[in-house]
């Protein structure tokens, strides 16, 4: 069979945006950002989520953003910076990961800052990814995956319209050596539109 020479779609830079997400703003991600990050990352919330090692400082978690910066400009990833609107410090950061274009999918992932939490910020941010991932870069399927006993991220989850699809068992490894559930959950771009996606 011949080698297929077009351009892989796959392969192009993702040019991220400033968006809105009602009461809430998207901006990417800053190398300024390394203060956040490093927080971010090093929340308890975050260390039971997560399965990778934190950045132990400010220029470990440089490297992270750059590593980021990298993966935006081969196509695969997108991060966002969450900032309340009015304000300027960030309070929560969404990614979009393992971006597929030819296959038109891509796992989200997002935090809130203690404090943040329970406002609705999460779920607004998500759909306004969304509805971006959707229209913008043509993608047809989004999931992202918690905990199973993330009740939290269930819920931003489901309010911003991705169905549980099921429980996948022991699938995630942390950092402890114990294995946990995780909970599967997807939205399409022909999904019915929720009430989280137009935002008061």
Do not use: K
């Not at 039971?48 to 695969?76: F, H, K, M, N, Q």
Request: glycine share 8%.
């Amino acid at each position: 069979m011949p080698v297929d020479d077009a351009e892989d779609p796959a392969a192009t830079s993702i040019d991220i945006p400033r968006l809105d997400a009602g009461d809430w703003r998207l901006r990417p991600l800053h190398d300024d950002d390394a203060r956040f990050i490093l927080s971010a990352l090093n929340d308890p919330g975050m260390l039971r989520a997560r399965s990778a090692l934190p950045p132990v400082d400010e220029a470990a978690s440089g490297e992270w953003i750059a590593r980021a910066t990298r993966a935006s400009a081969d196509g695969t990833y997108a991060p966002w910076v969450l900032l309340a609107s009015g304000g300027d410090t960030p309070i929560g950061l969404i990614v979009l990961q393992a971006v597929d274009r030819a296959a038109g999918t891509a796992e989200v992932g997002y935090f809130l800052s203690t404090g943040w939490r329970g406002r609705g910020a999460a779920t607004s941010a998500l759909t306004a990814v969304a509805a971006w991932a959707f229209g913008n870069v043509g993608l047809h399927r989004l999931y992202l995956l918690h905990d199973a006993d993330n009740t939290a991220s269930c819920r931003v989850a489901l309010r911003a319209g991705f169905r549980i699809e099921g429980v996948l068992r022991e699938s995630r490894r942390r950092r402890d050596g114990s294995r946990c559930d995780e909970e599967l959950h997807a939205r399409l771009s022909s999904d019915p539109p929720t009430t989280s996606d137009t935002p008061a």
